[in-house]
């Protein structure tokens, strides 16, 4: 992976693993192997190279807990840096940086982790940048009038539609390839569980905030929109919600039975075959 991040002011001043990077200027990476939504890795580096690695069985929203002393045991990366590093008296270009992941290091060991060229991953991008101000010799945060740091920036890669990395589900897709590059012309098409997936997860978002609204969840469709509806073709598909005060399960299931699954209300998708 190579990712150039261009700042005219190029600083970083964590310097110890594993402290949270995204308080410096950071660059993030979220990989979902399995595409499940769930079992998903983090990175993060600064323009120092101090990296904040983890893994997260589950997302926050779960009211889980990262795996913090989760390390890439194999990771390579280099960071070349156009400017100055921690210099206000001068402007900078950018900030580069590149690194290799063995697959191994996202399947815990205990296989190669080599990637089925039919089964893409979720991966995601992120950028976070703080708005600062050259002040005594060194770089501070712009504050409110709280003396607050304002929020910082956020740039991603493939939109989630929240302020929040932590959505695995929308991430981007990512496809391996078996041929070789140049030689031949490759493509890549969402499935048709993959399309139905997205209403399902819909349901799912939408459950919460009725829960939120009415402390219980709903097995009437219609109570979570008038436009679910028009996610699928109700003539090809059927949605059943079942649902009680404390849960709720979801099932989509295409009249020729090639698509059939449902997802709980922790977010787990399960496709039956």
Known sequence: ILAELEETNIWAYLEKHDEVVYYDNDFEIFIDPDNDAKNYFEYEVNAKGT??????????????????NWDFKDLKQSIKIDGTLNDGSDKD???????????????????????????PWRINFSRVEWDTKW????YVKVTNAEGKPLPEH??????????SMHMPERYGYLKFSDK??????????ISENEQMKKVLWAVFYREA???????????????????LKSMYDDKKYKLSISATTHTFEASLISSD????MYITQEGTVVEIK
């Open 180 to 189: 070789i590059a140049g030689t031949e012309k490759e493509t890549f098409t």
């Open 209 to 227: 905030k009725y829960f939120e609204k009415h402390k219980k969840y709903t097995g009437i469709a219609g109570d979570l929109g008038s436009d």
């Open 154 to 163: 956020n740039w991603v890669w493939s939109p989630v539609g929240a302020i």
């Open 257 to 260: 039975k090639k698509v059939n």
């Open 93 to 119: 270009s950018k900030w580069t940086v590149e690194l290799a992941i063995p697959f191994t290091d996202l399947s815990f060991g205990l296989d190669s982790g080599k990637p089925n060229v039919d089964s």
């Open 51 to 68: 990296v904040f690695d983890l893994f997260l069985p589950h997302p926050y929203r779960h009211s889980s807990n990262a795996l913090h």
């Open 135 to 138: 002040e005594n010799g060194k």
